[in-house]
């Protein structure tokens, strides 16, 4: 079966970088784009990266500058490098793929921001 496997999430002090991983695994016959959801407590989830399948990538206004998303597509994994981290990026992230059709997401990883 197809899943999403996410890594690297933690606790970092502001202005700190960590990198997330989202490995695709199973029989994949197509999958589109992946993208980075994000959710706070309280908070809806929100949308903070995505990359298409030749490279486009588009962000969220508050993490331009910071945050850059890549994937290697022969392995169907996807990364997203935080940099300047701040308090305000603390959320459980999630990456997300359409895959063979059908919508698939990681199980999630915590990022903390906190001094």
């Known amino acids: 079966q197809v899943q999403l496997v996410e890594s690297g999430g933690g606790l970092v002090q502001p202005g700190g970088s960590l990198m997330l991983s989202c490995a695709a695994s199973?029989?994949?016959?197509?999958?589109?784009?992946m993208r980075w959801y994000r959710q706070a407590p309280g908070k809806s989830h929100e949308l903070v990266a995505r990359i298409g399948a030749i490279g486009d990538r588009n962000y969220m206004d508050s993490v331009k500058g910071r945050f850059t998303i890549s994937r290697v597509g022969a392995n169907h994994t996807v990364y997203l490098q935080m940099n300047s981290l701040k308090p305000e990026d603390t959320a459980v992230y999630y990456c997300?793929?359409?895959?063979?059709?059908?919508?698939?997401w990681g199980q999630g990883t915590q990022v903390t921001v906190s001094s």
């Open positions: 199973g029989t994949i016959r197509d999958i589109g784009d």
């Open positions: 997300y793929a359409n895959i063979n059709g059908v919508p698939s």
